[in-house]
């Protein structure tokens, strides 16, 4: 079973930058599908970035040209580079992996907290 742990989160002043990181256990990662989502006080959890297997990403809208998704399959690791931060991006940011695997489940990681404000 796959788990994973993020870890980068904290408290930083709006136009600064974090980089949250999220490592897999298991042998799979190289074949899975990962993602960043976030989850705002009061908010609906909602999606930030993508990366696939093949290191094709997307972004959500309101993240694109700030953030960049990418990975590091030797690490199993997924990163999230997030510049010019915003107060609207305080959240808890969830990892999730989804093995390419047909029956596979989605994994989720614990979350960490990303605070923005002065």
């Known amino acids: 079973q796959v788990q994973l742990v993020e870890s980068g989160g904290g408290l930083v002043q709006p136009g600064g930058s974090l980089r949250l990181s999220c490592v897999s256990s298991?042998?799979?990662?190289?074949?899975?599908?990962m993602a960043w989502y976030r989850q705002a006080p009061g908010k609906e959890r909602e999606l930030v970035a993508v990366?696939?297997?093949?290191?094709?990403?997307a972004y959500a809208d309101n993240v694109k040209g700030r953030f960049t998704i990418s990975r590091d399959n030797a690490k199993n690791t997924c990163y999230l580079q997030m510049n010019s931060l915003r107060p609207e991006d305080t959240a808890v940011y969830y990892c999730r992996a989804k093995p390419n695997i047909a029956g596979s489940l989605e994994v989720w990681g614990q979350g960490t907290l990303v605070t923005v404000s002065s």
């Open positions: 298991g042998r799979i990662f190289s074949i899975t599908d």
């Open positions: 990366i696939s297997s093949s290191a094709y990403s």
